[in-house]
Nanobody, 127 residues
Framework: QVQLVESGGGLVQAGGSLRLSCAAS????????MGWFRQAPGKEREFVAA????????DYAGSVKGRFTISRDNAKNTVYLQMNSLKPEDTAVYYC????????????????????WGQGTQVTVSS
């Protein structure tokens, strides 16, 4: 398994932007499909965005499509989530996840597909 550490969360006003980072340990990061999920207070964790290990395939939840962008830098063992036009309903703890031995061009949207998780980073969007 790979160890994941998220950063970049914080407090931002509605309409603002944040970029989350997820740094991964291990030498085989480039073979991991990666994803971002979030959990708001009192709600279940939900899918936000995913990227294949090649970086060529991405997928987004409908609620963030057009506002969020997932990307990765395999040389830096890091995956990013650029969040623009933030809304109060984006407030949540954001988790990074990794799936080992992933097919080259598959982005996974289901939580149970992932085998490693970070500790989460809080994003709060004020109105």
């Amino acid at each position: 398994q790979v160890q994941l550490v998220e950063s970049g969360g914080g407090l931002v006003q509605a309409g603002g932007s944040l970029r989350l980072s997820c740094a991964a340990s291990g030498r085989t990061f480039s073979s991991y499909a990666m994803g971002w999920f979030r959990q708001a207070p009192g709600k279940e964790r939900e899918f936000v965005a995913a990227i294949s290990w090649s970086g060529n395939s991405t997928d987004y939840a409908g609620s963030v499509k057009g506002r969020f962008t997932i990307s990765r830098d395999n040389a830096k063992n890091t995956v990013y989530l650029q969040m623009n036009s933030l809304k109060p309903e984006d407030t949540a703890v954001y988790y990074c996840a990794a799936k080992s031995m992933a097919p080259r061009a598959t982005a996974f949207t289901r939580e149970r597909s992932y085998d490693s998780w970070g500790q989460g980073t809080q994003v709060t969007v004020s109105s």
